[in-house]
């Protein structure tokens, strides 16, 4: 339903919001990318570190 209205898959919109939000706590906020992941709604450490940022 979500690629149907805006032509782009759920997959896109969440890494559209997801990775800035990484790239601006990572570097500065001190925490470890564990915290960092259950902050952004990661609860599984694996499922994030095989999300894709690029």
Known sequence: MVKK???????????QRVVPE??????YSGA??????RQLGFDDLAHF???RYD
Do not use: D, L, T
Request: proline fraction near 8%; glycine fraction near 4%.
């Open 32 to 37: 470890s990318m564990k915290e960092i992941a």
């Open 22 to 27: 990484v790239r601006r706590q990572a570097p």
């Open 5 to 15: 209205v805006s032509g782009f898959p759920a997959s896109h919109h969440i890494r």
């Open 49 to 51: 570190s095989k999300f």
